[in-house]
C-alpha cells in the first residue's frame, strides 16, 4: 500500500498552489551525509549529471563540491529517479540538503509514489527526516519522511 495516496495529496501537488518547484530538505546535516547522497545518487540506478558552471563534469567528492571558494561557479547535481522526473540537488552547505523536484513531472499516484521512494531512500540513507515545503515557503513542511515511522507522512492538512 502507498504510503501517501493521491486523492489526500492531491493539493500538495498542485503547481499552482505550492509553485512548480517545491523545496524539499533535510536540515542539520554534514559533509558526511552529503557524501551519503552522492553515494546513493551513484549505487541506486538512477540518472544523473553533475554540473559546474553549466559545465557537465564528473562528480567529485561531497568535501571537494562544498569546500569550493567563494564566489566559484554554482553547482547542481541533477537526478532523475525515473524518466521524465527531475530532481536538483544544489550542494551549497554542509548543514543542510536541498533540492528541487517539479510537481508538474509528479501527477497522479504515480506521481505521489515517485516522490515517496525518493524521499524514503533519502531519509533511510541518511536516518534524518526530510520535508517538502511550497517554493520559497520554507517554514510549513506539508509533507515528508519520518524516519520513526519509516514512511513518507503527512505534515500538514491537505485541505487548508
Known amino acids: 500500500m502507498p504510503d501517501l495516496l493521491w486523492d489526500d495529496v492531491r493539493n500538495f501537488f498542485d503547481p499552482g498552489l505550492m509553485g512548480a518547484l517545491p523545496d524539499v530538505s533535510v536540515p542539520g546535516t554534514s559533509v558526511e551525509d552529503w557524501q551519503a547522497v552522492f553515494d546513493l545518487v551513484r549505487s541506486s540506478g538512477w540518472t544523473w549529471e553533475y554540473c559546474e558552471g553549466g559545465v557537465v563534469a564528473p562528480l567529485p567528492s561531497a568535501a571537494e563540491v562544498l ?94
Not at 74 to 97: G, H, K, N, T, Y
Request: hydrophobic share 45%; proline share 9%; with cysteine.
Open 67 to 160: 569546500s569550493r571558494p567563494a564566489g566559484a561557479e554554482s553547482v547542481d547535481l541533477r537526478v532523475w529517479p525515473v524518466p521524465d522526473v527531475l530532481a536538483i540537488f544544489r550542494p551549497m552547505s554542509a548543514e543542510e540538503i536541498d533540492f528541487d523536484v517539479d510537481l508538474r513531472e509528479l501527477q497522479g499516484q504515480v506521481g505521489v509514489d515517485t516522490l515517496c521512494a525518493l524521499l524514503c531512500a533519502i531519509g533511510r540513507r541518511l536516518g534524518k527526516p526530510v520535508s517538502m515545503t511550497a517554493e520559497g515557503d520554507y517554514g510549513y513542511p506539508v509533507l515528508g519522511f519520518d524516519p520513526t515511522a519509516d514512511q513518507a507522512v503527512l505534515l500538514a492538512d491537505p485541505l487548508g
